[in-house]
C-alpha cells in the first residue's frame, strides 16, 4: 500500500488575499481554483516542485473559523516549506516581502528560518542536511 498526505486545509480570510501571498510573494504555483457557489472556492496552491502535498486555502466560514485563522496550532510553527537552496529561496521571499521572524540559523537537521504568513501562520523554511 502507498499512501500520502494530498492537501492540508489552512484558514484564510479571503481566497483573492491568500493566493497573493502564496502565489505572488511565496512562489507557489496555483494547481486549482474552482468556483463551488456564490461564497466558496476549491483553492489549492502548491510550492514549485511539489507533486504530492498541496495547500488547500480554505477561507473561514463562522466566528470559530475566523478566531482560528493564524493560529490552528496553538502559536508553534505550523509548516515546513522544505527547498534545496535555502539562501536561494531565503533572498527571493525577503526580497518580496516576506517576514522572517529570526535569522538564519544552523541547526543539526539543516539551516533554517521562520518565517510568517500575513494571516499569522508560523513556517519554517529549511535545507535539510
Do not use: C
Not at 501571498?21 to 494547481?31: H, P, Q, R, S, T
Not at 493560529?71 to 516581502?97: E, I, K, P, S
Amino acid at each position: 500500500m502507498q499512501q500520502h498526505l494530498g492537501a492540508i486545509a489552512l484558514l484564510v480570510p479571503d481566497y483573492d488575499e491568500a493566493i497573493a501571498f502564496y502565489v505572488g510573494k511565496a512562489g507557489f504555483e496555483l494547481i486549482e481554483d474552482t468556483r463551488l457557489s456564490e461564497t466558496k472556492r476549491w483553492v489549492q496552491v502548491a510550492p514549485k516542485g511539489s507533486n504530492e502535498t498541496r495547500l488547500l486555502l480554505a477561507k473561514a466560514d463562522g466566528p470559530d473559523q475566523l478566531a482560528a485563522i493564524g493560529n490552528q496550532t496553538g502559536g508553534r510553527v505550523f509548516l515546513f516549506l522544505n527547498t534545496d537552496d535555502f539562501d536561494r529561496d531565503h533572498a527571493a521571499m525577503t526580497a518580496a516581502g516576506i517576514t522572517f521572524l529570526e535569522a538564519p540559523r544552523d541547526e543539526p537537521y539543516g539551516k533554517v528560518a521562520v518565517f510568517r504568513d500575513p494571516f499569522g501562520n508560523k513556517w519554517d523554511l529549511i535545507e535539510h542536511k
